[in-house]
């Protein structure tokens, strides 16, 4: 795995930044001292960013869920404008810091990805969406992973996302240094198990499209693709989709272990459906066959290793 840090955005408070309207801070642990390893943040404060002081005064979210209003709590000052006019700019900027994702700060009026409370004038709850920035930078980016600190500490939610990024990343990689249909059927190749723990019809797409790389110019193809992938990885991996993958795997041992070495694979895959192992027990087994019979197919599948061991992300039941 490329030991380069990867490029991710973030609310800049989450990393201990004296940014809120109260004067202090949302730093999140788990996002600087064990995500951060792998991570060179970029970080970013819209309200402070747009000109606002800290202190100041609270704001939340008015009006129109389709087209909220960012307006302070107390003496209804409307800011909608003003951070509009400012998350326009910030984004076309952030095309040229490279992102492979966002960690938004959760419920903000500003930051928020989802869920933000709207209001009513007088103070009635009327529904719920996006800050203003991060609505801006989700429309600007589609494509790019984000999630939010809260959501992040959900460990199938927390998989998923770090997944996406380093997937995302080595997107990147290829791009920079290879655009040729050959290069795209091998980065299809490497990913095949992961895609298909995410979404098999995804699987199945991605596929098609890559089975017949005529069919479109070379730059719609591309794009075609990572749409289509990043779709697809959206969908959590399931312990159910998980353990198709895992027999699909222990297939490639049939005619290479023992009686007993098939039997105790089968049951450390059955211990992993029934919960009672976390995911990382039925790989490390699989791992050491790929190893030990040096499987060529298997051996370069991302599933295998798709982020940091010392993340833990596959540790849990
Ligand atoms: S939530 Fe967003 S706007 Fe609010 S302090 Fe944090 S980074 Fe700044």
């Given amino acids: 795995m490329n030991r380069e840090k990867i490029k991710l955005g973030i609310s800049s408070c989450l990393l201990g930044n004296k940014v809120r309207y109260d004067g202090g801070n949302k730093l999140d642990h788990f996002l600087t001292d064990t995500l951060g390893a792998y991570v060179d943040w970029v970080p970013v404060c819209p309200e402070v960013e747009s000109g606002l002081a800290v ?4 704001m939340h979210l008015v009006g129109d869920p389709e087209a909220p209003r960012l307006v302070t709590i107390r003496s209804g000052v409307d800011h909608t404008s003003r951070m509009r006019r400012w998350a326009d700019k910030k984004v076309t ?8 994702g966002f960690v938004f700060k959760s419920r903000s009026p500003s930051s928020g990805m989802r869920g933000v409370k709207i209001y009513s004038p007088d103070g009635t709850p009327v529904g719920t969406g996006s800050g203003l920035f991060a609505k801006a930078f989700q429309d600007r980016f589609p494509l790019l992973p984000v999630e939010d600190e809260g959501r992040l500490h959900n460990p199938a939610l927390r998989e998923n996302f770090i997944e996406r990024i380093f997937v995302y990343r080595r997107w990147q990689e290829f ?4 655009k040729t249909v050959a290069g795209l059927v091998l980065f299809h190749t490497h990913h095949k198990l992961l895609i298909m723990a995410h979404s098999p019809g995804h699987y199945s797409a991605l596929g098609k499209l890559v089975a017949d790389p005529k069919k479109y110019r070379r730059e719609e193809l591309l794009d ?3 749409t289509t992938l990043m779709e697809g990885l959206q969908f959590l991996a399931t312990v159910r989709k998980n353990t198709n993958v895992l027999q699909h795997m222990a297939g490639y041992f049939k005619q ?3 009686t007993d070495e098939k039997q105790e694979l089968q049951n450390v895959i059955d211990n992993y459906h029934r919960g009672l192992v ?3 027990v039925p790989m ?17 599948q991302i599933y295998l290793n798709p982020h940091p061991l010392e993340l833990m992300l596959r540790n849990h039941v």
């Fill in 55 to 58: 202190p100041r005064e609270a």
């Fill in 93 to 100: 900027a952030l095309v040229a810091e490279d992102l492979c």
């Fill in 175 to 178: 791009r920079s240094l290879d």
């Fill in 224 to 226: 075609r693709y990572l």
């Fill in 256 to 258: 290479l272990l023992s």
């Fill in 278 to 280: 976390p995911l990382i």
């Fill in 284 to 300: 490390t087994l699989l791992q050491h066959y790929v190893r030990k019979y040096n499987e060529r197919y298997l051996k370069q």
